[in-house]
């Protein structure tokens, strides 16, 4: 059985106030006597500039803190970016890792996500790391060899032994933030190419292993019809998880 773990990316919202505030209203509904409450891995993931008040305002909850990205050096002249060991110093456990956004807007390439992964992992960060195709390549019946090549790429000389923390968040780009979500069946279709590609590059017992998430418009309502895939290890949740009380019924689907 696969620990399925829930993880809130906030993308570019929330000032710190903004973030002790949800913390606030938040960890109470996961920390209840309710049957779902807390059965799952949770993480939150808000800007850098948040990071700080979120490990503080979760410290001793069951709640964990992830970055949304980092940047694979030691240190140096790379100005505006930040490394793994300075996520680590703040208490950071987890770093989404080739967001389609990140993807899109700034950049990010098939290699750099490697390189991204290799440093997640050398410093002992757990890394979700995002594939997924766009409209066109799905359109154009292309799902299988993106999800492949992004797979692959990412995988890049990365040991199994080193990985044994990866997490793989599906996200297929025509689904994020637009209300349009995968069938559960096409997500678990999805799903089972990705473990068929991590079951190529680090063996099959690996692959049994690897948590697979399904993000793209994951709200209350369709969350437990998502989350009771066998396919599917949980979600990335964008817009819906901003409010604390629409997260925790995710959480608690
Ligand atoms: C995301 O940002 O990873 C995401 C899936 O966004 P949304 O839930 O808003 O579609």
């Not at 390189?115 to 002992?124: D, M």
């Not at 979600?235 to 997260?247: E, T």
């Amino acid at each position: 059985m696969r620990k399925k773990l829930i993880a809130a990316n906030w993308k570019m919202y929330k000032t710190p106030d903004q973030t002790r505030d949800f913390f606030h209203d938040f960890l109470p509904l996961v920390h209840g006597p309710d049957r779902n409450a807390g059965r799952d891995e949770i993480v939150v993931c808000p800007t850098y500039l948040c990071l700080e008040a979120a490990v503080t305002a979760a410290k001793g909850s069951n709640v964990a803190i992830g970055a949304q990205n980092l940047y694979w050096e030691k240190e140096g002249a790379f100005t505006g970016e930040v490394n793994a060991a300075m996520l680590l110093a703040v208490g950071v456990t987890h770093v989404i890792i080739g967001h389609s956004e990140r993807r899109q807007y700034f950049g990010e390439t098939d290699d750099t996500v490697n390189l991204k992964l290799k440093s997640a992992i050398e410093a002992g960060l757990i890394p979700i790391v995002c594939v997924g195709e766009v409209l066109e390549e799905r359109e154009a019946g292309l799902t299988d060899d993106v999800l492949r090549r992004q797979c692959l790429r990412a995988f890049h000389k990365v040991s199994a032994k080193k990985a044994v923390s990866l997490v793989v968040a599906y996200e297929p780009v025509w689904a994020i933030g637009t209300g349009k979500t995968a069938t559960p069946q096409m997500a678990a279709d999805a799903h089972a190419i990705i473990r068929a590609e991590a079951a190529e590059s680090f063996g099959q017992e690996f692959a049994d292993k690897l948590r697979i998430l399904y993000g793209g418009s994951v709200k209350p309502e369709n969350a437990h019809a998502l989350m009771s895939e066998e396919e599917i290890d949980g979600a990335l949740v964008g817009g819906a998880s901003l409010d604390p009380k629409s997260f925790a019924s995710i959480v608690k689907y």
